[in-house]
């Protein structure tokens, strides 16, 4: 599994506060090494495995929706862009 060198860079630049246990990661970024550092950070991380994995593993469903939360957010801070 290749990965995402975005998501691997993101995760060393991230200091985990005592509050934060979870961190909720797309997809495309579900790779071994991307979840390996999540985990050394103390995270938990809640990312499906894409469909062709082999070995899937279990993932906190209910709190991964709440990710749609931020894509939302995200989709409204990119309609205001031009004010």
């Not at 390996?36 to 709190?63: H, L, M, Q, S, T």
Request: overall charge positive; proline content about 6%; glycine content about 4%.
């Amino acid at each position: 599994n290749q990965g995402a060198p975005e998501g691997e860079l993101l995760m060393d630049s991230i200091d985990r506060l005592s509050e934060q246990i979870y961190i909720l990661m797309d997809r495309a970024y579900e790779g071994d090494k991307t979840r390996a550092k999540a985990i050394e950070k103390g995270f938990i991380p809640v990312v499906p495995p894409k469909r062709n994995r082999k070995d899937p593993w279990e993932y906190d469903k209910e709190r991964y929706k709440l990710r749609n939360e931020i894509e939302r957010y995200f989709l409204r801070l990119k309609r205001f862009r031009k004010i």
